[in-house]
């Protein structure tokens, strides 16, 4: 299942992140709080527990979110550029890393790191990548998530292609996908179209 987040704010936001004249600090910027808008879709269904707290005023029951229950993941190396935004949401999360890179030959995803919270199949994982074009490098991740027994599983992204959101439906139905837009399609070269060019590249400035 995939959730389009439709808000004038995502749209203004997408606008400027899209922009080839947008440079790498605003580009940063924007993809971290493009990533706090998505965090806080992807948790509207987070359990809270009660605890008691004191108001200058007085005592009072208060619900929290039990942080220890979560793990956010980004796929290295763009998905880094949004966990600045989750951490300003919740500041004490834990955060693993997937290192994958797409071959550029093959279009498919290579695995070249992995380390996660130990007890990662006791969390619900949420994934970031800031976008989803073949789907190769989401699928992949969530595999290697699974084979370690995590069975709650959200995937954030900024941009999305028709592509990638098919081929992740067809093989984890049970993902549920959060993204900024839909776009039209993938190119010759597995680019979304009109897309935002390589996310890794605008966020780090190595292009």
Do not use: W
């Not at 606008?15 to 971290?32: Q, S």
């Not at 279009?107 to 190769?136: C, F, S």
């Not at 699974?146 to 439906?169: Q, T, W």
């Amino acid at each position: 299942m995939i959730k389009e987040i439709k808000h004038p704010l995502m749209e203004h936001k997408l606008a400027i992140l899209r922009d080839k004249n947008t440079g790498t600090k605003e580009f940063r910027e924007l993809a971290g709080e493009i990533a706090s808008i998505l965090c806080y879709e992807a948790m509207r269904d987070a359990a809270l527990d009660e605890c008691e707290i004191e108001t200058p005023m007085q005592k009072m029951k208060a619900k929290k979110i039990n942080e220890d229950r979560y793990a956010f993941i980004p796929i290295l190396r763009a998905g880094m550029g949004m966990t600045d935004g989750i951490e300003k949401l919740i500041p004490n999360a834990k955060i693993g890393v997937i290192g994958l890179y797409r071959n550029e030959e093959t279009l498919k995803p290579v695995k070249y790191y992995y380390k996660v919270p130990k007890d990662i199949k006791n969390r619900t994982v949420i994934l970031l990548d800031p976008m989803l074009a073949t789907g190769g490098s989401a699928s992949d991740a969530i595999s290697m998530l699974k084979e370690d027994g995590v069975k709650n599983i959200k995937f954030l992204c900024i941009i999305a292609a028709p592509e990638g959101v098919k081929k992740l439906e067809e093989t984890y139905p049970d993902v549920e996908i959060f993204c900024g837009k839909i776009d039209e399609k993938l190119n010759e070269n597995g680019y979304i179209l009109p897309g935002l060019g390589d996310a890794g590249d605008r966020i780090f400035g190595t292009k």
